[in-house]
C-alpha cells in the first residue's frame, strides 16, 4: 500500500493532508524519514511514526477506554464531554464509535471500533457476550436480592423479565453482576426492583477482556486482533497491547 494511503487510512486526514505530512518529511519507518507519498510498504507489521509519535497500522480499529465518570457515550453530548474526546485525532477522524454505552456517571471498560460487523456481534442480545459490573448499592444485598436478580426481574416498560448470569456479593453493599443484554440503565433498574438502589457502577470486564492493570483512568490502549478473538469466544484474555 501507498506510504499516504496508509496515513489516509488510518486516520490522518484527506488523502491530500496525508501526502502533505509524507512529503514534508514528518513521517518515518523505522527510524527513517520517507518523503515519497507513492512509497509503497507492506502494512503486516507496520508502525509508522507520524510528527514524532508511533502509530501501528490496523485494517481495522479495537480499541479500549477506561472510561471516567462525567463523559458522554455521544457525539453530540447534551450535558458533559463526549468519551469520544478521550480519543486521538487519527481514531475520531477514522470514525470508531462506542460498542454499547456506559452511562456519564459509569466508569470502566468502554470499546470503540470501526468494524461495524465486529460491533453487532459484540452488541446483539444473540451472541450473548457476558459484560461484569461491579455495583456499589445504598443498602445492604441480600441473598434474596441475589436470588431475584438470578431468577429475573421485571422491568417498568418491559414485560420480559431481564436475569442476571451471575450474581455475587463482594461486600455488604457491593456485589458483582454479570449481564449478557444491554438494556437502558439495566443494571440500576434490576437493583431497583428488587429493592435496593444503585450508588456506583464500574464495568469490569467485556466478554473475557479486564482493563490492564497500568491503564490509568482516562486512557486507552488497542486491543489487537489475536486478544480478541480469544476474549470474545470464552476463553481466558491475553493483555491488551499499549496504544
Known sequence: MQL????????????????GLVAAGAVRIGGQVVDDPAHEVATDGLVVEVDGVAWPYHAQALVLLHKPAGFECSQKPRHHPSVMSL?????????????????????GLLLFSDDGK?????????????KVYQVTAKHPVTDAQLAQLLAGVVLEDDPQPVRALAAER?????????LAEGKYHQVKRMLAAVGNRCEALHRSRFGALAIPADLPVGRWCWVDAAT???????AAGAPAARG
Open 118 to 130: 465486529l460491533i453487532h456481534r459484540l452488541t446483539s442480545p444473540k451472541h450473548h457476550v457476558p
Open 87 to 107: 480519543l486521538p485525532p487519527p481514531l475520531r477522524q477514522r470514525g470508531v464509535q462506542p460498542v454499547g454505552r456506559l452511562d456519564e456517571d459509569t466508569t
Open 228 to 234: 480478541a478473538a480469544t476474549a470474545f469466544s470464552g
Open 170 to 178: 463482594t461486600g455488604e453493599l457491593t456485589l458483582d453482576l454479570t
Open 4 to 19: 499516504a494511503q496508509v496515513l489516509y487510512t488510518q486516520g490522518f486526514g484527506t488523502r491530500r493532508v496525508c501526502a
